[in-house]
Structure formats: C-alpha cells, structure tokens
Nanobody
Framework: QVQLVQSGGGSVQAGGSLRLSCAAF????????MGWFRQAPGKEREGVAV???????IYANSVKGRFTISKDDAKNSVYLQMNSLKPEDTAMYFC??????????????????WGQGTQVTVSS
C-alpha cells in the first residue's frame, strides 16, 4: 500500500523560507514522478513542482526561481525548499506521486497518490 507522509510547513513572514518533506512508503518512486501541489481556499488545486525519476523537473511560473524540488533516493523522499515566500503562496500543500507513469506534469489528475497535506501560511 502506497503511503506518502508529509512534514514541514507552518507560518512565516513574507520573504522567509520553509521546507516541506515527503516520505514515500510502499512506492518505487525512482521510476515514476513525485511532486508538490497546493490549494488555497476557494481555489482549485494547482501544480507547484514535479520531479521525475530521471531528474527532470517542472515548476509553476509563479514559483520559478524561489522554490526548489529535490529528492533523496536513500530516504525515498522528496522535498520542496521554498524561499522568498509571498502571501500568495499561502495554501495547503500536498505531496503527490504518479501511478505507473513517469514524466513532468503539473496536472493534479496525473497523480494517483496523495499525502495528507500541510498548511503553509505567509504573512505580510
């Protein structure tokens, strides 16, 4: 059974940094894709950053240059380093993993496994 366990997040002032972590259990992510998505109140879930097994990445335009997705194969984990945070980054952030598919996509519907979500709040 695939399980994605998230940690990190919290509250920070604008300009600050946070790091999100996602550990995958029962999942061979080296041959698939994992990523981060977010959903603000009243808005649809949107892709933030995705990393595929071969190392290719894709970022939402709104976070390019500020966020970095990375992985640790030994820990079967993926991370999201968020720098220069803005109030508009405030949202619930979700880790996601694809189901037998490898590539770079920011579409939530391409991902079949989801973490429990963690809140990120950026104050001005």
């Amino acid at each position: 059974q695939v399980q994605l366990v998230q940690s990190g997040g919290g509250s920070v002032q604008a300009g600050g940094s946070l790091r999100l972590s996602c550990a995958a259990f029962g999942y061979a992510y080296s041959s698939t894709s994992m990523g981060w998505f977010r959903q603000a109140p009243g808005k649809e879930r949107e892709g933030v950053a995705v990393l595929e097994g071969r190392g290719n990445t894709i970022y939402a335009n709104s976070v390019k240059g500020r966020f970095t997705i990375s992985k640790d194969d030994a820990k079967n984990s993926v991370y999201l380093q968020m720098n220069s945070l803005k109030p508009e980054d405030t949202a619930m952030y979700f880790c996601a993993a694809s189901s037998g598919w490898s590539g770079v996509s920011l579409r939530p519907q391409d991902f079949g496994y989801w973490g429990q979500g963690t809140q990120v709040t950026v104050s001005s």
